[in-house]
């Protein structure tokens, strides 16, 4: 049967002022957000509550059927869908002409996204799916939730507060990308300061001659491999020259934008690092039968099942800051 790679994408919960006053717009200021009560009366079907928000152009409704809470593992896990009434797909049968899916008016299409909520750590983990709510969706969702969960149960806040997500930074992740066996893109973006920092630790030195005699101030820079075939790369040494010249420059604020595409073999799915703020992500391999859905507890089970390296990573992380 066919195997399919599921990513997640790794944040910390945190709440922060709505507003701020005029005088304090420039602070940044943000609490570890424990979402534990939150969820536990979410978990009650009885609890009323209304889940249905509209996210922009979308309405996304959090589907309490999916709820888990995994006393073993001390995690919450839950789906959100993404109603999608435009762009309705066709059926086709093999030698006939298409036809269309007609909805009912209470009908979606439904496209839905895993979260994970590990309240050791006040972390989130979100499943990376191009066609459901991607994290600021996922952060305006919960915010907008938490909301009219505070006024059901008779709370009032002194001071408006929406709910943050931050992405994990691992800069461990470097290592990662330069031991990868398949890099399908590279791109560069920066100043002429980036480009002169670059050529100073032996890297891209055409590059910043040619914005001095140019006169130019910033410089963008893809070499990628096309449509090549899955295997196929860009020349491994070059990248990797790449990769330790961005990594030998020391002044941080000089160092220009570079993200990687790549494999880490060829069984991997291809991923996208930005080498300044490498986000902590990991991925599950879920065996997916032809014509038939992914189980939710499926999905939590695999998760599951690779979550000790990703967490001790967490761990490691949280730590340090």
Excluded: C
């Amino acid at each position: 049967m066919p195997r399919k790679y599921v990513r997640f994408n790794y944040f910390t919960t945190n709440l922060t002022p709505l507003d701020l006053p005029v005088e304090m717009a420039e602070r940044n200021i943000a609490a570890a957000y424990d979402m534990t009560e939150f969820l536990d009366y979410i978990s009650i079907r009885r609890n009323p509550l209304d889940v249905v928000v509209n996210v922009g152009e979308y309405i996304a409704e959090l589907d309490r059927d999916t709820f888990i809470y995994d006393a073993q593992n001390n995690l919450y896990s839950f789906q959100i869908s993404k109603l999608r009434e435009t762009n309705i797909p066709s059926i086709k049968r093999i030698g006939n002409p298409k036809a269309d899916l007609n909805l009912n008016p209470d009908e979606y299409i439904g496209e839905f996204v895993t979260v994970v909520y590990d309240p050791t750590f006040y972390t989130i983990s979100i499943q990376s799916n191009l066609y459901s709510l991607n994290a600021d969706q996922v952060m305006y969702f919960l915010t907008e939730l938490r909301w009219r969960y505070l006024a059901g149960i008779g709370e009032q806040e002194p001071l408006a507060l929406r709910v943050v997500l931050n992405p994990i930074i691992d800069l461990g992740k470097v290592n990662m990308v330069e031991t990868a066996e398949i890099y399908r893109k590279i791109v560069i973006k920066g100043s002429d300061v980036a480009a002169e920092a670059l050529a100073q630790t032996g890297t891209l030195n055409e590059v910043s001659d040619l914005i001095g005699r140019a006169q130019g101030i910033n410089f963008e820079l893809t070499l990628s491999i096309g449509q090549a075939a899955k295997e196929e790369s860009l020349d491994s040494q070059t990248i990797q020259e790449i990769i330790g010249g961005f990594r030998d420059i020391q002044v941080v604020e000089e160092r220009p934008k570079v993200e990687v595409t790549m494999r880490e073999d060829i069984e991997s799915p291809l991923e996208i690092v930005n080498l300044l703020a490498p986000k902590l992500t990991n991925k599950i391999s879920l065996v997916v039968e032809n014509r038939r859905g992914i189980g939710f507890e499926y999905i939590h089970d695999m998760f599951v099942e690779s979550y000790n390296i990703p967490q001790e990573t967490i761990a490691r992380i949280l730590r340090e800051v």
